[in-house]
């Protein structure tokens, strides 16, 4: 298994502002991914963040909107930029380690934009 | 592209009955599938991985069977707690080198003591 830490939990932020995510693993791992839950939607799928590659992108993600980081194999960062209402949702990073097919979550962070 | 519908969007009953949740996928050629719990402010716990090859698999009180041909899984929980309740969600993945997983909007169980 995988102990994600994930920070901050929560944030209100203003709109045209940005902010960024840390998810820190207690393992190393290859593959994080970073998710958004939209007030009653499902969980969709933003990027896949391998170490010492660029972050693979999904449909409707674009970097300059979404950058991400993954400096090393148990840390990552994810940063919404230039904010506005629609952005506010859950955001959730989680991992697959390599002994295990789960994937393993961290706790989420519940950003509002006003 | 695979969607995935979760029924009943919401069950609410009481405390010590047996109960099924649904998920239906629209592509068949999935590597395996995953049922989670979602607690508010808690993020997600992986309940079951059932792979393609698989029929069904037991942890507890929770069982998970799978029909891949038809595109469906479900889970069952067996006497169900208070303690059960949270929404759960399941999500089938194509596997390959990004092993991304697609999820449905998930089922919100209420177990009434």
């Known amino acids: 298994s995988a102990v994600i830490s994930q920070k901050p939990s929560r944030d209100i932020c203003q709109r045209g502002t940005s902010l960024t995510i840390q998810c820190q693993v207690d393992s190393q791992v290859t593959m994080m991914f970073w998710y958004r839950q939209q007030p009653g939607q499902s969980l969709t799928l933003i990027a896949t963040a391998n170490q010492g590659s660029e972050a693979t992108y999904e449909s409707g993600f674009v970097i300059d909107k979404f950058p991400i980081s993954r400096p090393n194999l148990t840390f990552s960062t994810l940063t919404v930029s230039n904010m506005s209402p629609e952005d506010s949702s859950i955001y959730l990073c989680?991992?697959?380690?390599?002994?295990?097919?789960?994937?393993?979550f961290g706790s989420g962070t519940q950003l509002s934009v006003l | 592209k695979q969607e995935v519908t979760q029924i009943p969007a919401a069950l609410s009953v009481p405390e010590g009955e047996n109960l099924v949740l649904n998920c239906s996928f629209t592509d068949s050629a999935i590597y395996n599938l995953q049922w989670f719990r979602q607690d508010p402010g808690k993020g997600l716990t992986s309940l079951l991985l059932?792979?393609?090859?698989?029929r069904e698999q037991t942890s507890g009180r929770l069982n998970a069977s799978l029909d891949k041909s038809s595109g469906r899984s479900t889970l069952y929980i067996a006497a169900s707690q208070p303690g059960d309740s949270a929404t759960y969600l399941c999500a089938p993945s194509k596997g390959g080198s990004n092993y991304k997983l697609t999820f449905g909007k998930g089922t919100l169980l209420t177990v009434n003591p």
């Open positions: 059932i792979q393609s090859s698989q």
């Open positions: 989680s991992v697959r380690t390599p002994s295990n097919e789960k994937l393993f």
